[in-house]
């Protein structure tokens, strides 16, 4: 039998793990016997759906009665076990999957962009120690460094060679995540907003906390994209695998890279105004530099594969 610790429902205690006992219980029970219809997302967050989902297996198995709230060792809970457990139960898989487990999932496609800058950063290192400076070594490398990086003809050897040796660091530790993803981990919705506790932004798909313990988060909103929302009510539409792939490559460079405690989008203004040095610090510049060389794209800024292009 799956137990609560604490009460689940509307004004109760709603512990993360309670909350995704109740959410599976609820989805593997049949509609017609009370079950969630819509199915419920399994993210631990006791949210509007969850509670008219909890209201309506009590009105359907009890009676007409409803509250909302269900109370470990009493009725609404081990019915709810009961109907999901007998002859005709729901085999309903959670609707995504474990959200590191995508990331890791996602991290082949980011790795290939990572391999990609840190290959181009390798061979123009190497061209400005012979030669001086950037002119020369190849077209779409050059427009790349210039747009994400912000080093160009114009800037000195010693400066260019600092500013490379700083992003084929990162690109080396920020592969060595990838390899393994041993850091990353899976938060509930609680955690997160506990982790973004004073900040402006309380949500996101995926996030570093600078504080200890280190480690990458993956949150449910970094999910596949897709077209409905049975049931979702909070997790918004997900990404493609291209857009997913930059957010993994995006998020270990604020782990690896103490610096890089700061966020600059590809797509804003402020990302084509960022200096040299700070654009060797801001994740997004790492995505976009590795899918532009990658792609041997012509545009002044390569494709960008960040959340601007969600849908891809």
């Not at 969630?36 to 509007?48: E, H, M, R, S, V």
């Not at 480690?215 to 539409?237: A, D, K, M, N």
């Not at 590795?290 to 041997?296: D, S, T, Y």
């Amino acid at each position: 039998m799956a137990d609560i610790a604490q009460s689940v429902g509307q004004h109760a205690q709603n512990d993360d793990a309670d909350v995704v006992v109740v959410q599976r219980l609820l989805n593997a029970v049949p509609a017609a016997k009370g079950g969630a219809n819509p199915i419920l997302q399994i993210d631990g967050w006791c949210g509007p759906a969850t509670i008219v989902a909890i209201s309506r297996f009590q009105a359907v198995q009890m009676g007409g009665f409803s509250d909302g709230n269900i109370t470990p060792g009493h009725k609404t809970i081990t019915l709810l076990n009961a109907k999901a457990t007998e002859a005709g139960a729901r085999p309903v898989p959670d609707p995504d999957p474990d959200p590191s487990t995508q990331a890791r999932q996602d991290a082949q496609k980011a790795a290939i962009w990572g391999m990609a800058g840190l290959a181009a950063t390798k061979g123009v290192t190497e061209f400005v120690q012979k030669t001086g400076g950037v002119a020369g070594f190849d077209s779409i490398v050059e427009t790349a460094l210039a747009g994400h990086f912000h080093i160009t003809s114009a800037t000195p050897q010693a400066e260019a060679l600092r500013l490379l040796g700083i992003i084929r660091t990162n690109y080396i530790a920020d592969l060595a995540e990838l390899a393994g993803g041993l850091h990353f981990h899976s938060v509930w919705r609680h955690e997160m907003h506990t982790d973004f506790a004073g900040a402006r932004i309380k949500e996101a798909p995926g996030y570093t906390p600078f504080t200890s313990p280190r480690r990458i988060c993956w949150s449910p909103l970094f999910h596949p994209r897709r077209s409905l929302q049975p049931g979702l009510e909070w997790t918004g539409r997900g990404f493609g695998p291209l857009c997913r792939a930059a957010m993994v490559l995006h998020e270990p460079i604020h782990f690896v890279d103490a610096q890089a405690n700061f966020d600059t989008y590809e797509w804003g203004d402020e990302y084509t105004a960022l200096t040299a040095d700070r654009s060797a610090h801001n994740a997004s510049s790492y995505p976009s530099f590795g899918a532009h060389v990658a792609e041997r794209s012509t545009l002044p800024l390569g494709p960008r594969y960040g959340a601007g292009r969600a849908a891809e």
